[in-house]
């Protein structure tokens, strides 16, 4: 059987200045490295699509820092050293001590929700403890 020339796709790596510069500037996150390794193309549409709003303009730099605060400090997210580079960089940017605690109070209100899904629960089993409790009498 003869083998079958197939054309081959040049393995050149992919341009990604926008991965490069968040390095470049120590805004990128080092847990972002293996799916990079792993496609770097996609990786880069991926911030180019993260890094567009605050790109755009249509936020000031100061809230962005305040909103990027909050996802990193996010009980669903927990990534001290994005908190830690984006509070410096809304200090930076003029934000008080005070802004910043209101953003950290603000996100802290997510984690209300242990008690709303948990409270219910707690109670109902108490309640259901109280009626194995009289059905054993």
């Not at 393995?11 to 390095?23: F, G, H, M, V």
């Not at 809230?63 to 669903?76: G, L, N």
Request: aromatic share 6%; net charge negative.
């Amino acid at each position: 059987m003869k083998a079958v020339d197939t054309p081959t796709q040049a393995s050149a790596t992919p341009a990604t200045p926008i991965s490069d510069q968040l390095r470049s500037q120590g805004q990128w996150n080092p847990n972002w490295t293996p799916f990079a390794e792993l496609d770097a193309d996609w990786t880069e549409k991926f911030m180019a699509m993260a890094m567009k709003p605050m790109l755009s303009g249509v936020l000031d730099a100061k809230t962005i820092e305040f909103i990027a605060i909050a996802v990193d400090a996010s009980c669903t997210h927990m990534y001290a050293p994005g908190v830690r580079r984006h509070i410096r960089k809304a200090l930076e940017l003029g934000a008080s001590k005070e802004e910043i605690t209101a953003v950290l109070q603000l996100t802290s209100v997510l984690g209300i929700h242990t008690m709303s899904l948990g409270a219910p629960i707690l109670q109902e089993e108490l309640a259901a403890g109280k009626v194995r409790a009289g059905a054993a009498d």
